[in-house]
């Protein structure tokens, strides 16, 4: 029997409660399977650590996460604590060493959904975007000087390297190359931003001669905000710097109904570190502790994960348990509409797991 250990940090707000329910879904997949355990161990790093002792993780912190199997996350960020830190201190803080250079987020309308696009349902709208995640606009390079006087200057500098850059298109074009429509997107602003942009724009030549089953194109990132918008069905995987696809992410898993759906896997594709997958969604303050925090994305990062794991029956058997619930309409928490609770939607996607196995 498999035993996948894994590092389950449930950070801050309703990071917390979605990624309980996540690990009971779990378990009940791996009590239908009978094939694998899964075995969590909590960390409870986060804002309030961050609160309590001054940082979001302990400073050995890497150290303990990097046995596991695979990360489980739920959200940074408080209130009470600056953006800026709660995603550096922990998000990042694990992303950047671990070298999970591949930000993987699809974007389907999952059955019984309805898009705020008019007229677009299941089928019209199944993407994934392909985010570089160590590098560009979050390198962290920059700096700050003359803070407080007139002539203050602020700089953040995007950082893009060739081997950062070939890896990440080389990943989307393999990605591309497994899907049906073998179709890629290639998202940058080489008409503004003449050095590094080009630069993306001239490897990605290079590179997709290698993949001539791959149908590509390219496109500026404003004029890709509107054809995700009005011609939805045109796209189908997208490959964008750390900024971009960030941007084009959260407008993604809004168009497919509700940012409580939508999931991400961090992948360090050679598997020298673990993974992380986490729901796309924030700490979102303004439900925690009610109860009624959409659990989808989470479960749907479970699924990656187990993906990622190598049990690949148990991951589409997750899926499938949540297209039945969101299909049949009857669970829904308040982002999509309906009165369900966390407990209810986790509920019924346990039983319709367990339904599976009859
Ligand atoms: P952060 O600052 O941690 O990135 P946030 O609190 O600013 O996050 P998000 O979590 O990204 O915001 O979400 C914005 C809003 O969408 C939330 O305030 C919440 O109302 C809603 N929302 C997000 N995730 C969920 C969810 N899983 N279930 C229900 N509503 C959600």
Same mark, same amino acid.
């Given at each position: 029997?498999?035993?996948y250990?894994i590092?389950?940090?449930p950070?801050?707000?309703?990071?917390?409660?979605? &990624?309980a329910?996540?690990?009971?879904?779990?378990?009940a997949?791996?009590?239908?399977?009978?094939?694998f355990?899964?075995?969590?161990?909590?960390?409870?790093?986060?804002?309030?650590?961050y609160?309590?002792?001054?940082?979001?993780?302990?400073?050995?912190?890497?150290?303990? &996460?990097?046995?596991?199997d +695979?990360?489980?996350?739920?959200s940074?960020?408080?209130?009470?604590?600056?953006?800026?830190?709660?995603?550096w201190g922990?998000?990042l +803080?694990?992303?950047?060493?671990?070298?999970q250079?591949?930000?993987?987020?699809?974007?389907? &309308?999952?059955?019984?959904?309805?898009?705020?696009?008019?007229?677009?349902?299941?089928?019209? =709208?199944d993407?994934?975007?392909?985010?570089?995640n160590?590098e560009?606009e979050?390198?962290?390079?920059g700096?700050?000087?003359?803070?407080?006087f007139?002539?203050?200057v602020? =700089?953040?500098v995007?950082?893009?390297?060739?081997?950062?850059?070939?890896?990440?298109?080389?990943?989307?074009?393999? =990605?591309?190359?497994?899907?049906?429509?073998? =179709?890629?997107?290639?998202?940058?602003?080489?008409?503004?931003?003449?050095?590094?942009?080009?630069?993306?724009?001239?490897?990605?030549?290079?590179l997709?001669?290698?993949?001539?089953?791959?149908t590509?194109?390219?496109?500026?990132?404003?004029?890709?905000?509107?054809?995700?918008?009005?011609?939805? $069905?045109?796209?189908?995987? &997208?490959?964008?710097?750390?900024?971009?696809?960030?941007?084009?992410s959260?407008?993604?898993?809004?168009?497919?109904?509700?940012?409580?759906?939508?999931p991400?896997?961090?992948?360090?594709?050679?598997?020298?570190?673990p993974?992380?997958?986490?729901?796309?969604?924030g700490?979102?303050?303004d439900?925690?502790?009610q109860?009624i925090?959409?659990?989808?994305? +989470?479960?749907?990062? +479970?699924?990656m994960?187990?993906?990622?794991?190598?049990? $690949?029956?148990?991951?589409?058997?997750?899926?499938?348990?949540?297209e039945?619930?969101?299909?049949?309409?009857?669970v829904?928490?308040?982002?999509?509409?309906?009165?369900?609770?966390?407990?209810?939607?986790?509920?019924?996607?346990?039983?319709?797991i367990?339904?599976?196995?009859?």
């Amino acid at each position: 029997m498999n035993t996948y250990r894994i590092a389950a940090i449930p950070g801050d707000g309703i990071g917390t409660e979605v &990624i309980a329910a996540g690990l009971e879904v779990l378990a009940a997949l791996a009590t239908r399977d009978g094939s694998f355990r899964i075995e969590p161990v909590h960390f409870d790093w986060g804002s309030n650590r961050y609160l309590r002792e001054g940082a979001m993780m302990p400073a050995d912190g890497l150290d303990q &996460i990097k046995p596991f199997d +695979a990360i489980y996350f739920g959200s940074a960020g408080d209130p009470r604590v600056p953006d800026h830190i709660s995603l550096w201190g922990l998000r990042l +803080a694990i992303c950047q060493p671990f070298e999970q250079y591949a930000n993987v987020r699809p974007a389907r &309308i999952l059955p019984g959904i309805e898009s705020p696009l008019r007229g677009v349902g299941p089928g019209d =709208l199944d993407w994934v975007i392909v985010r570089e995640n160590s590098e560009g606009e979050y390198s962290g390079a920059g700096g700050r000087v003359h803070r407080g006087f007139g002539s203050e200057v602020g =700089l953040d500098v995007a950082v893009f390297t060739r081997s950062g850059v070939e890896r990440i298109q080389r990943f989307a074009l393999e =990605l591309a190359r497994s899907r049906p429509r073998k =179709l890629l997107t290639l998202v940058t602003k080489s008409n503004a931003q003449r050095h590094g942009m080009v630069m993306w724009d001239a490897i990605f030549e290079e590179l997709k001669g290698d993949y001539p089953e791959v149908t590509t194109d390219k496109m500026l990132v404003d004029a890709m905000t509107t054809r995700m918008v009005l011609n939805p $069905a045109s796209l189908d995987t &997208i490959v964008a710097t750390n900024l971009h696809a960030d941007v084009l992410s959260d407008l993604a898993a809004a168009l497919t109904g509700s940012l409580g759906l939508a999931p991400t896997a961090n992948l360090n594709p050679e598997r020298d570190f673990p993974s992380m997958f986490e729901p796309i969604h924030g700490s979102a303050f303004d439900i925690m502790g009610q109860g009624i925090a959409n659990p989808i994305g +989470a479960f749907w990062s +479970a699924a990656m994960m187990l993906e990622h794991l190598g049990e $690949a029956g148990a991951a589409s058997a997750l899926i499938s348990a949540i297209e039945q619930v969101t299909g049949a309409g009857r669970v829904r928490t308040r982002d999509l509409g309906g009165e369900a609770t966390t407990a209810e939607v986790t509920g019924a996607v346990i039983a319709a797991i367990a339904g599976a196995n009859a």
